[in-house]
């Protein structure tokens, strides 16, 4: 069974910077197409960015192009976003999620759940 676990979330100020990271195990599963996606307080749970399983491609929301990167190291079977320029709008739940399709964006495509990290900015 695939586990997911991320960590690195937290409280910054507006402007400020955060590394999500998502470590898979085991170690010795194949790798495969991930993203990350977030929550807020009575909102759906929305899409952020994604990676290819080769990490040669990224698909992001328009509300955070420029401001975040996700990326991966297979070799450690962790999936990491950096996040910039940080807004208080950007205070969630995130979750990284693994699936079969590259760069999805829904949901329901993505089999595999973290349980959460919270990440908190304030103004």
């Known amino acids: 069974q695939v586990q997911l676990v991320e960590s690195g979330g937290g409280l910054v100020q507006a402007g400020g910077s955060l590394r999500l990271s998502c470590a898979a195990s085991p170690r010795t599963f194949a790798p495969f197409p991930m993203a990350w996606f977030r929550q807020a307080p009575g909102k759906e749970r929305e899409f952020v960015a994604a990676i290819s399983l080769s990490g040669s491609s990224t698909n992001y929301a328009d509300s955070v192009k420029g401001r975040f990167t996700i990326s991966r190291d297979n070799a450690a079977n962790t999936v990491y976003l950096q996040m910039s320029s940080l807004e208080p709008e950007d205070t969630a739940v995130y979750y990284c999620?693994?699936?079969?399709?590259?760069?999805?964006?829904?949901?329901?495509?993505?089999?595999?759940w973290g349980q959460g990290t919270q990440v908190t900015v304030s103004s």
């Open positions: 999620a693994g699936g079969l399709w590259s760069l999805a964006r829904g949901v329901s495509e993505y089999v595999y």
